[in-house]
């Protein structure tokens, strides 16, 4: 079975700083995509940063300049490196992953696995809130 626990979230101020992590067993990341999404009270469900198994990246503008996606081969692990954190970064955020051949679609749910139901493997969620 695959498996995915993310951690790492927190109270922070604004600018400061935080990593989250993501564990997954049972897949391999060189047959996998990754990514992490945010869904903050109220709003859609939103794909930040992914890596594709070939190391493509890609970061939403929102994040861009600010947040670095990374994967660790030995640990297994995915992490989000989050700088110069906003209020408005406050979220939920969750990791997710998808086997290869990766596929790429989106639903009009707000909920994260309904929206982005090409990713069938999810982390429970790890809170992060931003204070002014």
């Known amino acids: 079975d695959v498996q995915l626990v993310d951690s790492g979230g927190d109270s922070v101020q604004t600018g400061g700083s935080l990593t989250l992590s993501c564990t997954v067993s049972?897949?391999?990341?060189?047959?996998?995509?990754m990514a992490w999404f945010r869904r903050a009270p109220g709003n859609d469900c939103a794909l930040i940063s992914s890596v594709a198994n070939d190391g493509k990246i890609f970061y939403t503008d929102a994040v861009k300049g600010r947040f670095n996606i990374s994967l660790d081969n030995s640990k297994n692990t995915m992490y989000l490196w989050m700088k110069m954190l906003k209020p408005e970064d406050t979220a939920v955020y969750y990791c997710?992953?998808?086997?290869?051949?990766?596929?790429?679609?989106?639903?009009?749910?707000?909920?994260?696995?309904?929206?982005?139901?090409?990713?069938?493997?999810w982390g429970q969620g790890t809170q992060v809130t931003v204070s002014s």
């Open positions: 997710a992953a998808q086997r290869w051949p990766l596929k790429y679609g989106m639903s009009t749910s707000q909920e994260c696995r309904a929206r982005y139901f090409e990713y069938p493997y």
């Open positions: 049972g897949l391999s990341f060189d047959m996998a995509g």
